[in-house]
């Protein structure tokens, strides 16, 4: 087992090589991938077979046996996914400007990589690969850690992705797994200042806490949504029914599904059966306020404090009906996790305000919140939902990955 | 004594507050205080006057002493640093872009208030000031913590300035100064998640590292400077021995300062005598390698590693011969802080080389180091010199204390 330290030596030892790759090596270095993973299949789903059944052994809920499992079918979609990377512009080199200043020097500010980039996630196979394409599109090395449950999967595509790039005449070391699944090594990795560039997590809130609270090196938060939809007193109310359904129900467990409805006193007496509606016969059970609970009756939960707060990534929702547009924005800045928000209105000032005031990395007017991702935004590419307000917020695409440098250009000045 | 949990308290209170004022009310809000330090410059002059006979009492050195006095120049500079603020272009409400996408929603990306900026610093008064003034006109409240040697002068300064928000009607809260100075405070300060969108120390490496250690609220590290200056085989040696006394003597206690000098060997012989003349002539010691020393002789030290990583900030420098522009790149990135780097040559491909190779927050070609400065980059104010990645990385003008979030205007979208 390689250790974290030698992992990281090795790290930093290549970060100046795969920093100065051309677009060019660095395409064919994922195209080399994609067809190494889709040629060993079979290796890779015999990995595979040993995270399952050791999940299993362990009572892994169906959930994440699922999130765990590959077929042949997922790791062309793998595959897939690398070439699509390798399709990307590359980020590196753009000047994103040059000025020549009164003593003549010339500055400009450049995009350049960022080193070594650190990802813990869970467990996730497609993971692995999906992060190290991104960090090697964007000049950098990555030292993964992933979720012990997915570690023979881990392994084994980190082992081709390294085969693959070896065999291209590219640097190995470019992408590392750390191979220690200990609690130590996690901590010992988000302390490894000096090595590491920025460290990214992705995963539940628990994982983010960890890190947040415990790392010394540069984090970027991701991901927990406590997501609100909230319906003014002017919406139209089958449009605040339709982006409300979706937002709720078309893949709940993720983080920019909605978690808590808030609807204007003028129009809850209207809307609150129409969604209540369509909600339960999604499954979904309703924590309400008790004038929700005087509208919809006792077939519904009183939310708690605790509700407000939360993210249920499941079939529940807190609803909360409010008095004006400034109790919803008071609201949504109290309890929510500056993720996605999304206000229903056709009144002009309404949305203006809510775009303005609301304190989110996606403030929405008449749309879902499901569309906050890389993809959707015409990224081409996600490495995370950003919650934080430092470097990137909101999904990040591959320029996320990326920093500057300045450039000066002079011919002899000194300061005066 | 207000205790840093209610100013945190008010400050998050009033941040949305902060954030909707306008270009206008925030300019006038920073006239006011100028006008208002510079009438009040008595009550100043007094409250500084007890940290002064304090630092005697003391024994801080003349160098503090220096930097913590003020007098009515000092206070009119202060002031007039606060109407170049209200000066600059405001940075908040830009977008950045805006695209419509395939499905008809129209996003775009909006440079938005940070929210709350928490600043840790040392015994300067005119950066109670300084920092007040840029987190206030990048619609940001602030979180003050000066160091305790200047605690009454930064005190005074702090309630003239709530003052001067107060009687315009701009909200106060928008300025606090942290009133205990304990170690317990900062250290409850690095940790005010939910509270600080992002702290920023500025002072020397004891308080940098200081915060990078124990803070869990995003932190931009600033500061450090173990900047080198490398005279290529083919450099113009007048230049270079300009070029480095400007960068070593002009100002030897700030971070730009040059550090370190390293020399190619073919030019060794003619420019190391040339270049210790006029450094020895401003008193500059010398830390030479064994080849260094074989040409000055006996009267330079031998230098060893820890003179290689030093950030002197005085009149001293260490100095190598290297065989070549490779030895010379691999030193730089093995030792320096990532803050600025410098090559004299007249050399196209050894200039794009260190141009690309070298990793800092700005790299130089025949031009001083002196030069990283949010002033010389045409920022028209600074708020210190990032030397992390993540965010912003050189001089900090008002965007980095600014941040972005992605505006979405939908018809009703929802994701399929």
Redesign the interface.
């Known amino acids: 087992m390689r250790q974290l330290m030698e992992i990281a030596e090795d790290a930093r030892r290549v970060k100046?090589a795969v920093a100065?790759l051309g677009a060019n090596d660095k395409n064919r270095g994922l195209r080399a991938i994609a067809d190494t993973l889709e040629a060993h299949a079979d290796e890779i789903l015999a990995a595979n077979r040993i995270d399952i059944e050791n999940g299993c052994k362990n009572g892994l809920s169906d959930g994440l046996i699922d999130r765990l499992s590959l077929d042949r079918a997922r790791i062309a979609g793998i595959a897939e996914g690398c070439r699509q990377v390798a399709a990307l512009p590359d980020p590196i080199g753009e000047v994103l400007w040059m000025?020549k200043?009164p003593n003549g020097?010339n500055?400009g500010q450049k995009r350049v990589p960022?080193?070594v980039i650190g990802i813990i996630y869970e467990a996730r196979p497609n993971v692995t690969v999906d992060a190290a394409a991104l960090c090697f599109k964007a000049g950098s090395a990555c030292i993964l850690r992933g979720g012990k449950e997915a570690f023979h999967s881990s392994l084994c595509l980190t082992r081709l992705m390294r085969a693959a790039l070896e065999a291209e005449g590219l640097p190995e070391c470019a992408i590392s797994l750390v191979e220690d699944t200990s609690r130590e090594s996690a901590g010992q990795m988000m302390r490894l200042?000096g090595y590491l560039?920025?460290l990214i997590p992705r995963g539940g809130a628990g994982l983010i806490q960890a890190v947040?609270?415990n790392a010394?090196v540069?984090?970027?938060?991701t991901g927990t949504g406590n997501c609100h939809v909230y319906v003014d007193a002017t919406a139209?109310l089958n449009?605040a029914q339709?982006?409300l359904v979706?937002?709720k129900c078309?893949r709940p467990s993720v983080c920019n599904a909605a978690e808590s409805l808030l609807v204007h006193k003028d129009v809850a007496a209207r809307f609150l059966p129409m969604a209540a509606e369509e909600l339960r016969s999604s499954g979904v059970k309703i924590h309400g306020c008790p004038r929700t609970m005087d509208i919809l009756g006792a077939a519904i939960l009183p939310a708690t404090e605790e509700d407000y707060a939360r993210e249920y990534l499941g079939y529940e929702i807190s609803c909360k009906v409010v008095d004006s547009l400034d109790e919803a924005i008071v609201h949504i800045?109290a309890y929510n996790t500056g993720h996605s928000e999304c206000i229903v209105t056709r009144d002009y000032a309404s949305?203006q305000r809510f775009?303005?005031?609301v304190?989110?990395?996606?403030?929405?007017?008449?749309?879902?919140t499901?569309?906050?991702d890389g993809f959707?935004?015409?990224f081409g590419a996600e490495i995370g939902i950003s919650t934080?307000?430092?470097?990137a917020?909101?999904?990040m695409g591959l320029t996320a990955l990326t920093?500057?440098?300045?450039?000066?250009?002079?011919?002899?000045?000194?300061?005066a």
């Open positions: 100046h100065a000025r200043m020097l500055i960022m080193g200042n560039d920025v947040v609270q010394t540069p984090v970027i938060e139209d449009m339709r982006i979706n937002a078309q800045n949305a775009l303005d005031e304190d989110a990395a996606a403030v929405y007017v008449n749309a879902s499901r569309f906050t959707e935004f015409g934080q307000k430092l470097h917020r909101g999904p920093t500057t440098k300045y450039i000066i250009y002079g011919n002899g000045q000194v300061r």
